[in-house]
């Protein structure tokens, strides 16, 4: 066996992992050897001999300790998973975490790092960091609307059919994997547009998620422009994105034709790019990006949207979806909380007052990026359900000089969903209350 490949076992032996297993041994053979399927269900599935699957399926399906042996053993190097259902693919990924087998990213099969076909290449230094910048050459843009209607999704690939992993955080390829690999020789699709030099902050989920843009978008254009960028920014067209690059442009003295605006509801769009520029992965860099935001909110502080002489405040920034906090508000409320509803009010005013606040308290989502702009030594104050814990936050808050809890609902494992509202122990909320107080 040829060792150079990937040694790769898929979990999930539905029409997703069978799907996953065709793609991988029809078209990334060279990179990578499918071992077998393993499956929760892997003790039915080795007693039933089910006329209606290929001849790798018959094979023994694998369960976690055999996994683990295998891994162990140095037979396999990760296993990827052909799971659709998010909770579902979650609990798996954690569990495999634990027993420390690799979980195989496998939006990124078939990926091309932009090192690989660079034209150039320059460092930017960030609190001794590098983040780097590639330039390549001839690369087409193709932006499309989702399949489910509720994103528009985005690559970067060159003349010669390789999608750039440094495209997208989320490559680009939604929540169905290398399912629009192929979009780009669609026959419908037009090239509509040629520019000369350019950057694409076209990631999934920033043309409706707050936070997404924030974290994704804004970091790029900072380190962009203290390396003396010049060309164009791709950038979808929506309301709060708009009024966040006018912030943008006053506090770097950018022109605003420098941004050119893409409808996320336009499908088959392609441009092509002469020169386009991409960097390293900076949003899942955690205390990087952290010092990179840090950078950004004293740029736009010191733009003067906000002065001293706003009045401190105690604030519950709440949610309008789901995943709120239950029970809460009136307890908040007794310690002098007002309930700030940021969706009610312009950006300005969202980091004006978000600033103004001594303490926050937040429950986990989009909106919490505005904390962005707390001041040094104010509180944060944040709450999760059980079922969606991400800690994104505590970097940004630890370079900012903000004070950080975090509160998590106590629920049984395996019996919390994305969705659910929550509650927080009352007697925890208010000794967090009363130890910042």
């Known amino acids: 066996m040829d060792h150079k490949k990937k040694r790769i076992v898929i979990w999930g032996i539905g029409k997703y992992g069978r799907f996953l297993h065709r793609?991988?041994?029809?078209?990334?053979?060279?990179?990578?050897?499918v071992i077998g399927f393993a499956d929760r269900k892997y003790e039915v599935?080795?007693?039933?001999?089910?006329?209606?699957?290929?001849?790798?399926?018959?094979?023994?399906?694998?369960?976690?300790?055999?996994?683990?042996?295998?891994?162990?053993e140095g037979c396999i190097d990760g296993v990827v998973i052909g799971i659709l259902d998010l909770m579902e693919r979650k609990k798996v990924e954690d569990l495999l975490s634990v027993m420390g087998i690799q979980v195989l990213d496998s939006r990124c099969l078939g990926l091309v790092s932009a090192s690989q076909i660079c034209?150039?290449?320059?460092?930017?230094?960030?609190?001794?960091?590098?983040?780097?910048?590639?330039?390549?050459?001839?690369?087409?843009i193709v932006s499309f609307a989702d399949w489910n209607?509720?994103?528009?999704?985005?690559?970067?690939?060159?003349d010669s059919g390789?999608?750039?992993?440094?495209?997208?955080?989320?490559?680009?390829l939604s929540n169905h994997p290398l399912y629009n690999i192929g979009m780009v020789e669609r026959q419908n699709t037009k090239t509509t547009q040629f520019i000369d030099k350019a950057v694409s902050l076209l990631t999934w989920g920033s043309d409706f998620n707050?936070?997404?843009?924030?974290f994704s978008c804004l970091s790029k254009i900072h380190v962009l422009e203290n390396n003396n960028y010049d060309g164009c920014y791709l950038i979808y067209d929506k309301p709060f994105i708009r009024e966040w690059i006018?912030?943008?442009?006053?506090?770097?003295?950018?022109?605003?034709?420098?941004?050119?605006?893409?409808?996320?509801?336009?499908?088959?769009?392609?441009?092509?790019?002469?020169?386009?520029?991409?960097?390293?992965?900076?949003?899942?860099?955690?205390?990087?990006?952290?010092?990179?935001?840090?950078?950004?909110?004293e740029k736009i502080l010191l733009n003067g949207i906000c002065n001293d002489r706003d009045k401190s405040k105690r604030l519950y920034l709440k949610r309008a979806g789901s995943r709120k906090l239950i029970g809460g508000e009136e307890l908040l409320e007794q310690y002098g909380f007002e309930v700030f509803r940021p969706e009610e009010y312009s950006i300005e005013d969202q980091i004006r007052t978000i600033h103004s606040a001594d303490i926050v308290a937040a429950e986990h989502g989009a909106a919490v990026a505005n904390c962005l702009f707390m001041k040094k030594g104010s509180a944060?104050?944040?709450?999760?359900?059980?079922?969606?814990?991400?800690?994104?936050?505590?970097?940004?808050?630890?370079?900012?000089?903000v004070r950080y809890r975090m509160l998590v609902s106590q629920k049984e494992y395996g019996d919390y969903n994305f969705e659910d509202d929550y509650g927080i122990n009352p007697s925890l909320l208010q000794m967090t209350i009363e130890e910042i107080l």
């Open 45 to 72: 599935l080795n007693s039933s001999n089910s006329a209606d699957v290929g001849e790798m399926e018959k094979k023994r399906i694998l369960g976690y300790s055999e996994l683990k042996y295998l891994t162990d």
């Open 119 to 140: 034209d150039k290449r320059t460092n930017c230094i960030f609190n001794e960091t590098n983040i780097n910048i590639y330039a390549l050459s001839d690369v087409n």
């Open 162 to 172: 390789n999608i750039i992993l440094e495209s997208d955080r989320y490559l680009g």
């Open 246 to 297: 006018n912030i943008v442009c006053r506090s770097y003295q950018i022109s605003e034709d420098r941004f050119v605006w893409i409808k996320p509801e336009k499908a088959e769009l392609i441009m092509h790019i002469g020169e386009f520029y991409c960097t390293d992965n900076i949003i899942d860099s955690g205390k990087i990006n952290a010092e990179i935001l840090n950078e950004i909110a």
């Open 23 to 33: 793609l991988i041994t029809d078209t990334y053979s060279d990179r990578y050897s």
């Open 149 to 158: 209607e509720d994103a528009s999704i985005s690559y970067a690939c060159d």
């Open 210 to 214: 707050y936070g997404h843009f924030i």
């Open 380 to 401: 944060l104050i944040e709450t999760f359900g059980a079922g969606f814990v991400d800690a994104f936050f505590v970097e940004m808050a630890k370079v900012r000089g």
